[in-house]
């Protein structure tokens, strides 16, 4: 299928790269389908969470490794099995970046830890997962 990204521009997904969020994504219930996709000389430790259903909403999304966080959070029955997951390890995280427009302008990236996207990637299924206040552990990291 043909998707004509405002970030990428007009792109070819085939069907078996589409994620399914069954519920959507709060705010934005309507869109079911995305695809992960780069640049191609981009790097690859940022990712464009494209809607299939609506072209023009497009998400960046990196791993909460990348940005030296490492956290937990349980996930309840219902999510488990929405995500069809039956092992924790087709399990992967991220987290949804945006510019910092309240900040100045050198003040880089804000990142929403309490809304992560979980995704099976052997299901091609995720959610958003909202956090309730204290309801995870994050630990920091330094970088050295």
Do not use: W
């Amino acid at each position: 299928m043909k998707i004509e990204s405002p970030v990428l521009g007009a792109m070819e997904v085939s069907d078996d790269k589409v994620i399914e969020f069954p519920a959507g994504l709060p705010g934005f219930e309507a869109s079911h389908r995305f695809v992960l996709v780069h640049e191609e000389d981009g790097d690859a430790n940022v990712f464009l969470l494209q809607s299939v259903d609506n072209p023009g909403l497009a998400f960046s999304l990196t791993g909460p490794e990348q940005l030296g966080i490492t956290y937990e959070f349980p996930l309840s029955d219902a999510e488990v099995a929405s995500l069809k997951l039956s092992k924790p390890e087709d399990a992967v995280v991220a987290v949804i970046i945006r510019k910092d427009n309240e900040a100045p302008s050198n003040a880089g990236l804000r990142a929403n830890f309490m809304a992560p996207l979980v995704i099976n990637v052997g299901a091609r299924r995720g959610l958003q997962k909202v956090i309730e206040k204290g309801g995870c552990d994050i630990i920091l990291r330094v970088r050295g």
